[in-house]
């Protein structure tokens, strides 16, 4: 135990020196190359030396059945709301087998010795800790983040998209090996990649989206094996179950993902941040705005001092409506902020309208007017 925990810190720390460097040298040799040659030596030299008992329960492979088809439809749910793009990678014989060795290899690698580590040392709770943060240092693309290094709002958007997601679901893999359940994360990791290589299609998501169904996936992951499966270990010993406690969890989870949905913009209400004091009394700066998505009929039929919010440049601007204008069979908005001394420069046509304002909440939306007004000096 001793040797496999020395061992596996020094693998991991020796291979995040290298990871570091050629990342920075030569990526293309590291990803094409040093990095699968190195993760399937490391997973021969387990294999041989490392005796692990892979234990697999029909009910949770059951569950891990259920949770990879949930996660493949929600990716498909999620193209259907916002799009799909073509995959970036090549659907050539040879470069499908060449693109399932990169990106395979290294997770059998990684994974395999995450079990070794942590299986073996359950008790070391210090132990389990560091192999977790170096497995996480190994997982993040060092070369975006140095390309990005420049760019401070795309940087923010690549850590919140990515980087809080390896976080997320490292911790999780780690606690599931923890319950001797060696095979999910193994399995798991290789079923969403070999999915995403496969797929000729991809949803077309922006960082907010993939930050926060990155999130709720590993909860969602946690919740049903620990409520579902690991409970029943518990009612062995304990004929009373907490239906309470499971309650709330539940409770918590349809309301975590509910206000997700909402931020998203996947109900007809939806929020967005209000950066200037243009509407000033009506909302401030730093006050969410909740807006009412309408229909085509009502698109063309905009009352007069109604307050409309419609995108410009890629922003989001929540100004009234002052005139309607008819011509040619369009219908255009001249637009106004209560606090400005002229109406806006450009009329609004209606594609560009996002919905009508409903009703602001005061002044919860400063983080985002901060991060904002930080990326943008």
């Not at 009506?282 to 807006?291: A, C, H, K, L, M």
């Not at 902020?337 to 005061?362: C, H, M």
Request: aromatic share 16%.
């Amino acid at each position: 135990m001793k040797y496999i925990k020395n061992k596996g810190l020094i693998i991991i720390l020796f291979y995040l020196i290298l990871t570091i460097y050629f990342i920075t040298k030569d990526a293309i040799l590291y990803t094409n190359i040093i990095n699968p040659i190195f993760w399937g030596i490391v997973f021969l030299y387990l294999i041989k030396n490392v005796k692990i008992r892979f234990n697999v329960n029909k009910r949770q492979l059951i569950y891990f059945i259920i949770i990879v088809f949930i996660t493949i439809l929600l990716y498909i749910i999620l193209g259907y709301i916002y799009g799909f793009s073509k995959t970036p990678y090549s659907y050539k014989i040879i470069s499908i087998i060449k693109n399932i060795l990169i990106q395979i290899i290294p997770i059998i690698g990684i994974e395999t010795l995450r079990i070794a580590i942590v299986a073996k040392n359950k008790k070391n709770k210090l132990l389990i800790v560091i192999t977790t943060i170096l497995i996480i240092f190994l997982q993040i693309n060092y070369n975006i983040l140095l390309n990005l290094n420049a760019n401070k709002e795309e940087l923010f958007r690549y850590i919140c998209s990515n980087i809080i997601s390896i976080i997320f679901c490292n911790i999780i893999y780690t606690y599931f090996i923890l319950k001797n359940m060696y095979l999910f994360p193994l399995s798991y990791r290789i079923l969403e990649n070999l999915f995403l290589l496969l797929m000729p299609i991809l949803p077309n998501v922006d960082w907010y989206v993939m930050g926060s169904t990155s999130i709720l996936l590993p909860i969602f992951m946690y919740l049903i094996f620990k409520y579902k499966f690991l409970k029943e270990k518990d009612d062995i010993r304990k004929k009373k179950e907490n239906s309470l406690e499971k309650f709330n969890y539940v409770v918590t989870f349809i309301l975590a993902i509910m206000l997700v949905c909402f931020m998203l913009g996947l109900f007809k209400y939806e929020p967005i941040c209000i950066l200037s004091n243009s509407m000033n009394p009506t909302y401030n700066r730093g006050d969410i705005v909740i807006f009412k998505k309408i229909n085509n009929y009502e698109l063309s039929n905009i009352p007069k001092d109604a307050i409309i919010i419609y995108t410009k440049e890629d922003k989001n601007i929540a100004h009234r409506v002052i005139n309607t204008i008819k011509a040619d069979g369009n219908v255009l908005y001249e637009t106004k902020g209560d606090s400005n001394n002229a109406p806006d420069t450009d009329l609004v046509q209606i594609e560009q309208i996002k919905g009508v304002y409903v009703f602001r909440i005061k002044y919860i939306g400063f983080p985002s007017v901060w991060l904002y007004e930080y990326f943008h000096k």
